[in-house]
């Protein structure tokens, strides 16, 4: 059997799991350092990447166990859900429509293809329940994990700052807006600047928001094909 | 003083065990739920992906306590904590789309920019206000049952 994808995969993520002390590359998430380290080794040697992924398919496979297991922080957060009921499940219904239309209407004016602008609907969700939604809609779900954690690399490092200047200082809205825009990701940065409310908020928003763009996208696109 | 060591080395081995047992388990209710959905979704014809179903119904379960939290914790905990190592295979697969990212960069670049700062600002700036409005009608209330 042929382990080398999935040998090389680990031990790449590993080592960029460990190059924090690099000032430049520990802006970026290990993912990306690991990703990009990859597809040159790939492109350098010259290996082909379906000989590649015949074994770092297995690794893809766990996305879907590790969607199911996002229900395990919601269930361990309920209690946020039930205390200020309204005025959450009002932000979650409204941020994963805007999110979606901006998106939409933003590609448009880019002039994105049919097919791209597919992939990138569901950006802001977390990356193994974007990757479901875009095969789903049929975007190519290689592009949509791409955007997904550019996306959360984006909220990581300027979420916080936007809020400031806008003057939101609520914990449970900072958390909701990071969660909702740059899903598990941004949620890292609440975990590093340790605010406990903002990290709860922010672990439900993205797991919530998820669950309805996976309703709201497909109903979207219906709708606008359905006028046009 | 032999014996000692050696049942120490048994009870790592032990809970080691306990451990790896625990995560298959929990690892197994998880998928349990994925194909049980993906039933579901081939038989109803809903365009819905099955993983989503799944976590739907899952987070359902452990609320209603069909499922007990001991049971999932350390799979939960392990898979969400390595999530992003499962990421790696597919962002490799971009090399294979080479052609619409250099046609279409640009573009990607000003939505990502432009609908994450809308969607901070604007999911912000309503939360912000909602919950200070329901206090402050909160707090209107409870003047007028003082009078």
């Known amino acids: ?228 | 003083m032999h014996s000692f060591y050696v049942r120490i080395f048994l009870m790592k081995i032990k809970t080691v065990l306990r451990q790896i047992s625990n995560f298959g388990f929990g690892f197994i209710i998880l998928l349990f739920f994925y194909y049980i959905s993906r039933l579901i979704v081939q038989f109803l014809h809903i365009q819905l992906p099955p993983a989503i179903l799944g976590l739907i119904l899952f987070t359902t379960a452990l609320t209603k306590g069909i499922i007990k939290e001991e049971q999932i914790k350390s799979s939960c905990e392990v898979l969400i904590n390595n999530m992003a190592m499962f990421l790696v295979p597919l962002f490799c697969g971009l090399m294979t789309h080479g052609a619409i990212i250099t046609k279409n960069w640009i573009a990607i670049f000003v939505v990502i920019f432009v609908t994450t700062t809308a969607v901070i600002v604007f999911t912000g700036l309503f939360t912000e206000w909602g919950i200070k409005f329901l206090r402050l009608s909160k707090i209107r209330k409870f003047e007028r049952k003082e009078k």
Do not use: W
């Open chain 1, 1 to 228: 059997m042929n382990l080398f994808g999935l040998i090389i995969s680990v031990l790449y993520f590993k080592i960029a799991q460990k190059t924090k002390k690099i000032p430049l590359l520990s802006k970026f998430p290990p993912i990306l350092t690991a990703g990009g380290a990859l597809i040159l080794t790939l492109v350098l040697f010259r290996i082909d990447f379906s000989t590649y992924n015949e074994s770092a398919e297995y690794l893809t496979f766990l996305l879907i166990p590790s969607t199911v297991a996002l229900g395990y922080p919601v269930y361990k957060n309920i209690e946020l859900l039930k205390r200020n009921k309204r005025i959450i499940y009002a932000a979650f219904v409204l941020a994963s429509v805007f999110a979606v239309i901006s998106t939409y209407i933003i590609a448009k004016v880019c002039n994105c293809n049919i097919e791209v602008t597919e992939s990138m609907l569901p950006k802001s969700v977390t990356a193994p329940i974007a990757i479901e939604i875009s095969k789903n809609l049929g975007g190519i779900p290689e592009l949509t994990a791409c955007v997904v954690v550019l996306t959360g690399v984006f909220g990581a490092m300027f979420g916080h700052r936007i809020l400031k200047l806008i003057k939101v200082k609520n914990d449970i809205a900072i958390g909701l807006s990071i969660g909702a825009a740059s899903h598990i990701i941004g949620t890292s940065k609440c975990v590093e600047i340790n605010k406990e409310k903002q990290i709860v908020t922010s672990s439900v928003a993205l797991v919530i928001v998820g669950i309805l763009t996976a309703f709201i996208a497909p109903l979207f696109l219906f709708l606008i094909k359905h006028f046009n």
